[in-house]
């Protein structure tokens, strides 16, 4: 079974800047999540998805940062204008759905901004 | 709100003596638990899970965790630690309510000495 999928693998940008990631879920998986983790903290959920519909995107800062997921499968998180503090690995994870599921992830793109 | 707490940052032990990571919790339902592993440069492999039933879940790469409801806690446990287990250890939880976010604490790092 092919795993989660994520592109690009690094990324440096300069601050103002936009950039924009890429993921594709494990096939079948209903649920969808973008995670930001800082180097040495925990991951931090920015949004989720129940197939094309947000479910939770609280804690996304919706003033710079945008995802959409077309056709209840792929995947993109957007940052416009990036700041210093984005810098992060942006964590992608796929369920199949429900409480009792387990989360999948990618391996994630790190993200330098300068 | 639900929540996750990890309570040391950091745990040091000996290759081949028994290896105990914390976690506690916070849900307003029934917890859906689990536990993640994070290899440098890689994102998170999933552990294990408790949903429900016996208290004692076993997991991948002979890990175990200890579901108690009185403590709220779920603490990972192995019986002997190996070098190839130094790695970064996440708790997650599940709320069993309309989003079914995934919540993660803030990890600790696993260090086996030889």
């Known amino acids: 079974e092919a795993g989660v999928a994520q592109s690009p693998r690094y990324k440096i940008i300069e601050k103002r800047q936009s950039v924009a990631f890429w993921c594709n879920p494990i096939s079948g998986h209903a649920t969808l999540y973008w995670y930001q983790q800082i180097l040495g903290q925990g991951p931090k959920l920015l949004i989720q998805?129940?197939?094309?519909?947000?479910?939770?995107d609280s804690q996304l800062p919706k003033d710079r940062f945008s995802a959409e997921r077309l056709k209840g499968v792929d995947s993109t998180l957007k940052i416009q204008p990036a700041k210093l503090e984005d810098s992060a690995v942006y964590l992608c994870a796929s369920s199949l759905g429900g409480e009792r599921t387990e989360a999948f992830f990618g391996q994630g793109t790190r993200l330098t901004v300068v | 709100a639900q929540s996750v707490a990890q309570p040391e940052d950091q745990v040091n032990v000996a290759e081949g003596n028994p290896l105990t990571v914390k976690c506690t919790y916070s849900v307003s339902g029934n917890p859906y638990l689990f536990w993640y592993v994070q290899y440098p440069n890689r994102g998170l492999q999933f552990l294990l899970k408790?949903?429900?039933?016996?208290?004692l879940v076993k997991g991948s790469y002979g890990f175990e965790a200890e579901f108690n409801k009185s403590q709220t806690s779920f603490h990972l446990k192995k019986p002997s630690a190996l070098v190839s287990d130094s790695a970064l250890y996440f708790c997650?939880?599940?709320?069993?309510?309309?989003?079914?976010?995934?919540?993660f604490g803030t990890g600790t790092l696993l260090a086996v000495q030889p």
């Open positions: 998805f129940q197939n094309n519909g947000v479910v939770d």
């Open positions: 408790y949903i429900t039933g016996d208290n």
């Open positions: 997650a939880v599940r709320d069993g309510g309309a989003t079914n976010k995934l919540i």
